[in-house]
């Protein structure tokens, strides 16, 4: 049975939600939308899910051919010019290589030399201590540690940059989708993330470093491939051609898988990450440049870490993270039915993982929006890390004899002299030096009820850390929850069998693959990367059999708990982005563009006065106009009947920028310089404020201008992407999806403007699963709080 809910629309990306009492038809729903005012929603009584945020724009990937396009396409059509921008489209992605690289390489320092300068001080107390008394030193001042550098951290966050929060995934995916997230690629935001994401690691919360590498790479690429900064102040004219959404777009995706290769040394799952989990637009030219960038990138860190251990040019370090050598990965044919039962396991722990996580960002997002109170709770969760880790080293000290020819530090705490903490090596260092612990100890290195104290502590600390105020990665978390259950599975199945020879550390391999799975329900890169973090491929087939298992049990349980998705789309629908999937939903087959469409829309004459002109785009906030024939606005105004209104034969589509250039030169009829803007006026003058366009309050327009006429028809869009108004759901979906659109105009069979198709119309639409049963429901969409910030 189908259920829907209201919504009305009084323009393009201009959207109100009212709540249905009862079943309400689409064309009554239509004509309250032209008597309501906006609605406020109050997002402690809603959950965001249901909800899209008019917050949100789309970006405008699609070409704009008009008369100054064609007219500078003949000029550029030539053998230089085409070399020229190919040059220069892959000396951007050498250059974003080179930097993501670098920033990698600085984080890892930085975190490195933190994090070894911390531990050597409290192991200083801790070596001075006689008794069980003087050990509350060591814990105050590993306590005040912790909460000092990640009150660094998130004030980075809450106070300079919110948009620097977590691992930044959820927002790259979004922007390569088409959504324009506001500040996500901003210089502020990449210092914000770096500078923060050394503190939360330092100050030992249970995150990694490697995710935000993403968001950092995709922010590195933004700000080369457009070659200016207005925070730094320069601007590179070589580059101007790239300044528009849909090549911004394409270098976006190489610095993503930049950032992936940087994280783990893997060039190609960092390319094929980007593939599945984040571009929405793909080419085979763009594959090459991206995995050139990919490649570039590991090489650039591996250069920098070589100078770093003083070993120059012994290129040994491409990633952030190095899982190790596995020495033997041979496995047994009856032992893939135990790697897919702890893909299953996996699947079950990351839809739990993720259930929880959902309800406490809902709670975050109703009660915790206060800038200091984001700040305290994140040094609350750093204090609780210390204080856990420090109790369960004093509760479960697992004391073994101490190794030789070791790399890690090794800390005595509460043992016998001769003798290191298991435990402490566990809660004593850096997450990464953990999880090679976990794969790489000798069996026997840890007891049982270390892994499960250890897996268990780690798994509820990873779950309040991630949505934390404060930069964060989630892969390392995961991979370290999964490991420390793999082991304890290979050390209990040791156990059960002793009569086989059981490598603990290949099952900690499978069980961190499982996890991070179950989490984030990715297969083939995360297969990819992880064989190319080991260096061995022998397990390959087991690792995919594992993943494939965490993502269906995973989507499985989920969808019975109430979320379905995996945690990056979790958080994505929690924010209420209008993001499109891959595929339109089923049951949308038997809507219409009639019903989807907004309506009644503003449109533009070829020939407009300047004051219209200046009067919308001071009342209306849509970014696309059709432009049509002679049309009377007074007729529209006197009409009783909106929702079966047209509004004139359609001609083209004129963008909200463009409009504000033409009135910022002065591009009218009346202007005695007319005829020479004409000839003179580029695609580069419309580029030239791109992406920040000035607001049209800006612009100064005397009470005789208002007079003047703007003549549209050489600037428009003269074949825009049009649709019958009895064309389906899933064409448009397919349509629009496909091609980056914007805005699509519906038109009746006299190619008279009915109304605009946008993002907002197509991504209200939500399929849910209720005992066995589809149906469908279609969010609201609000122009009012959906935060409480």
């Not at 531990?119 to 001042?141: H, Q, R, W």
């Not at 250069?303 to 040019?313: A, Q, T």
């Not at 504000?660 to 202007?671: D, G, S």
């Amino acid at each position: 049975m189908e259920e829907r809910r209201c919504l009305l629309s009084s323009g393009p990306d201009d959207i109100t939600a009212i709540p249905a009492e009862d079943e309400i038809s689409v064309d009554n729903c239509r004509r309250r939308a032209t008597q309501q005012q906006p609605v406020i929603i109050e997002h402690n009584k809603i959950n965001p899910e249901n909800l899209l945020s008019a917050k949100y724009e789309s970006l405008d990937y699609d070409t704009v051919e008009n008369c100054i396009q064609e007219r500078e396409a003949a000029k550029t059509v030539n053998s230089w010019h085409v070399t020229k921008v190919s040059f220069c489209r892959w000396l951007v992605a050498f250059l974003v290589g080179i930097f993501t690289g670098s920033i990698a390489a600085f984080i890892d320092y930085c975190v490195e030399t933190g994090s070894a300068w911390k531990y050597s001080s409290i192991k200083t107390y801790v070596d001075k201590c006689v008794g069980e008394n003087c050990m509350f030193a060591p814990l105050l001042i590993w306590v005040g540690y912790n909460a000092a550098f990640v009150l660094v951290a998130s004030f980075l966050v809450a106070v300079v940059e919110p948009c620097a929060a977590g691992s930044g995934i959820p927002q790259i995916k979004c922007y390569l989708n088409g959504v324009k997230v506001p500040n996500v690629v901003r210089i502020k935001t990449l210092v914000s993330k770096v500078i923060g994401v050394v503190g939360a690691v330092v100050g030992g919360l249970a995150v990694g470093k490697e995710g935000p590498m993403i968001h950092s790479g995709a922010v590195v690429a933004a700000g080369v491939s457009q070659g200016r900064s207005t925070s730094l102040g320069f601007d590179l004219r070589i580059f101007e051609f790239f300044r528009t959404d849909q090549e911004k777009r394409d270098f976006v995706s190489g610095g993503a898988a930049a950032g992936v290769a940087a994280a783990f040394g893997a060039p190609v799952g960092g390319m094929l990450f980007s593939l599945e989990e984040g571009a929405s637009f793909w080419n085979q030219g763009l594959t090459w440049r991206i995995f050139f960038s990919a490649i570039v990138s590991t090489f650039s860190l591996n250069v920098w870490r070589s100078y770093i251990k003083g070993n120059p040019w012994q290129l040994s370090s491409p990633g952030l993270i190095n899982f190790g050598r596995f020495e033997d990965m041979s496995y047994k044919i009856w032992e893939i039915g135990l790697f897919a039962l702890m893909g299953c396991i996996g699947g079950i722990l990351g839809a739990i993982f993720n259930v929880i996580n959902q309800k406490l960002t809902l709670f975050r997002n109703r009660y915790m929006y206060n800038k200091f109170v984001q700040m305290f709770e994140a040094v609350t969760v750093a204090v609780i890390t210390a204080t856990v880790g420090f109790l369960s080293i004093y509760v479960n000290n697992d004391c073994k004899p101490q190794t030789e020819n070791t790399n890690e530090m090794q800390v005595q705490f509460f043992c016998l002299d001769g003798h290191d903490s298991s435990s402490t090596n566990l809660f004593f260092d850096t997450p990464e030096s953990s999880v090679r612990r976990l794969f790489h100890e000798p069996a026997g290195s840890f007891e049982m009820v270390t892994l499960a104290a250890y897996t268990t502590l780690y798994f509820f600390l990873a779950l309040w850390t991630y949505g934390l105020s404060v930069p964060s990665g989630l892969f390392i978390p995961s991979l370290l929850i999964g490991a420390g259950w793999g082991r304890l599975a290979g050390q209990s199945l040791q156990w059960l069998l002793p009569g086989f020879q059981i490598s603990p550390g290949k099952y900690a391999l499978i069980g961190a693959a499982a996890q991070l799975g179950g989490i984030v329900r990715m297969t083939v890169s995360l297969t990819v990367i992880i064989m190319e973090a080991t260096g061995n491929i022998s397990l390959g087939l087991c690792i995919m059999i594992a993943l494939i298992c965490a993502k269906w049990m995973g989507d499985f349980v989920g969808k019975k708990m109430g979320c379905e998705h995996g945690i990056y789309d979790m958080h994505v629908h929690l924010s209420s982005v209008p993001i499109l999937d891959w595929e339109p939903a089923a049951p949308t087959s038997t809507i219409h563009a009639r019903e989807v469409m907004s309506h009644p829309v503003t449109v533009f004459r070829m020939r407009e006065k300047v004051g219209r002109i200046v009067d919308i785009l001071k009342k209306e906030i849509h970014n696309g106009f059709p432009v049509v024939d002679e049309f009377d606005v007074d007729q529209l105004l006197q009409s009783t009947d909106s929702t079966h209104q047209t509004f004139g034969r359609f001609r083209g589509t004129i963008l909200r920028h463009q409009l504000i250039v033409l009135l910022k030169r002065k591009v009218w009829l009346e202007n005695p310089e007319y005829a020479q803007l004409q000839q003179t006026l580029t695609t580069a003058d419309f580029r030239d404020n791109y992406p920040r366009y000035p607001p049209i309050h800006h612009i100064s327009i005397s009470a005789l201008e208002r007079d003047y006429t703007v003549d549209l028809e050489p600037y428009m869009n003269t074949s825009p992407y049009t649709v019958h108004e009895t064309a389906s759901f899933p064409r448009i979906f397919r349509l629009f999806r496909g091609l980056g659109l914007r805005h699509l105009v519906v038109i009746n069979s006299d190619s008279e403007v009915l109304g605009m198709v946008t993002r907002k119309d197509l991504a209200r639409y939500k399929v849910t699963h209720h005992g066995g049963e589809m149906r469908m429901e279609e969010k609201m969409i609000s122009h009012g709080v959906i935060s409480s910030e």
